[in-house]
């Protein structure tokens, strides 16, 4: 036994001795390329062109098989790296950290020239990105790209993992891949207009991306404050979503098409199939948390959406004809209403919270809106109202519950319409398909 430690032990300090600054990870028995060994020879200082060297090592390991390892340092690249027809490869760095600390990790650095994703997996399978910070190099680079920074399309068992994708200018963009994972995983300070982006482009169909324990926020005011962090596009069909933070920007999630609501769904061209999301936290985003523009299934449960500023925490569009569950969630402190539907084929709410909203502008909101063409709605043992409500304070949200004029076939009962500051429920439909009873309502006025 102590003659195995001392070998192992001795390979780490050949490995530091020679310049490679850290021993090479465990690769589980996989062929390891260290992009600074030779005859690689990247330098990882942030001034050299790292591209070519980093370029050279993928090529050595889609051929062979194998790691990847970027040891820690800053690797600045001037064109996009591109992983072709590879089968079994990761590629792994020394920790994602913030940018500015590459001595303690690895950092991926892209000058702003690139025109394309700073890394992009392209018809390839079982491929792992991971511990690593991708980010743009300087100030300038980061006011001018608008590219992904992670590309992968026409790939299957995709997965990033460790990462930090900080101060960029591109997010993630996926296509016509299937059995896609991004975990453990911090977007921070983003340029583009969406963060992670599955199934915007024509062309293929995306199956199965899971998205677990991320988190993005965009803290500077120099990143894109409209920034829509998930799109769902035309092309999507499953998201699994656990875990996952998205803090301010524009818009927490966003399902839609450029193709008619009629479109087949889960085909290609047409729209966004399925959204499945469990502890999904959306805060402070300056349009509505959540847009529902066109698909065909989301569920949604134990999730807390607050502080839409200028708009709602979640909206039905008039343009979507398809369900939706949301369970076990609280939709707090929006500037307008908390759920307002305008379109969607059985909407189903129960046992939520919906409270504390219309922020912008006091008691012209209701918390929960209904308008045609919406149809199908059920709302059960749901709390909808203000609960903050101190000594002598009216209540926020005009209306608890707003059945509006012409909306058919909904059901109402045994939802807790408090401390609204004009009535807990509001029905001006008198549709004879309504059932609408057994609710516990009152306002703070009475």
């Known amino acids: 036994m102590a003659r195995i430690v001392f070998v192992v032990l001795l390979a780490a300090q050949s490995s530091l001795i020679s310049g490679l600054d850290v021993p090479l990870p465990i690769s589980d028995g996989l062929v390891t390329v260290n992009v600074k060994a030779s005859p690689y020879n990247a330098s990882g200082n942030g001034h050299l062109d790292d591209t070519q060297a980093i370029q050279n090592a993928l090529d050595t390991a889609i051929v062979t098989g194998g790691l990847v390892y970027l040891p820690p340092g800053i690797f600045r690249i001037s064109a996009s790296l591109n992983s072709s027809n590879a089968n079994g490869l990761t590629l792994r760095g020394a920790g994602a950290v ?26 390839s399978s079982h491929v792992i990105v991971t511990d690593m910070t991708l980010t743009s190099c300087s100030n300038n680079s980061f006011r001018s790209r608008s590219h992904p920074i992670l590309e992968i399309a026409n790939s299957f068992w995709i997965k990033g993992t460790n990462l930090r994708i900080d101060t960029a200018n591109g997010g993630i963009l996926i296509n016509a891949s299937n059995t896609v994972t991004i975990a453990d995983t911090l977007i921070n300070n983003i340029m583009a207009p969406v963060g992670i982006d599955i199934g915007a482009v024509s062309g293929g169909r995306v199956d199965i991306v899971q998205l677990h324990r991320i988190t993005t926020n965009n803290e500077l005011a120099s990143s894109n404050q409209s920034i829509v962090w998930l799109h769902m596009g035309q092309g999507c069909n499953t998201v699994r979503a656990d875990n996952v933070g998205f803090i301010n920007g524009g818009i927490g999630v966003r399902l839609d098409s450029q193709f008619p609501a009629w479109s087949d769904p889960g085909a290609e061209p047409a729209k966004p199939l399925f959204l499945f999301a469990n502890d999904l936290e959306i805060d402070f985003p300056l349009m509505d948390a959540i847009q529902l523009v066109q698909g065909r299934t989301v569920n949604m449960v134990n999730s807390y959406v607050q502080g839409a500023k200028n708009g709602s925490g979640l909206w039905i569009a008039p343009t979507w004809t ?93 939802n807790m319409c408090c401390d609204n500051a004009i009535q807990g429920v509001l029905v001006l439909s008198n549709a004879s398909s309504n059932i609408i009873n057994s609710n516990a309502c009152s306002s703070s006025t009475n």
């Open 98 to 123: 913030p940018p500015g600390q590459a001595t303690q990790g690895t950092q991926l650095c892209v000058d702003g020239n690139v025109p394309f994703a700073a890394l992009s997996i392209n018809t």
């Open 322 to 414: 398809a369900e939706v569950q949301v369970s076990n969630t609280r939709f707090f402190g929006h500037g307008k209403r908390g759920i307002f539907i305008q379109g969607g084929t059985d909407v189903v709410l129960t046992g939520n919270i919906i409270a504390d909203n219309s922020i912008q502008t006091a008691q012209k909101y209701p918390a929960i809106e209904m308008v045609t063409p919406s149809t199908r709605v059920t709302l059960t043992g749901n709390q909808v109202g203000d609960t903050d409500l101190g000594p002598n304070t009216q209540g926020r949200t005009s209306y608890g519950i707003v059945v509006g004029a012409g909306v058919a076939k909904v059901l109402v009962t045994s």
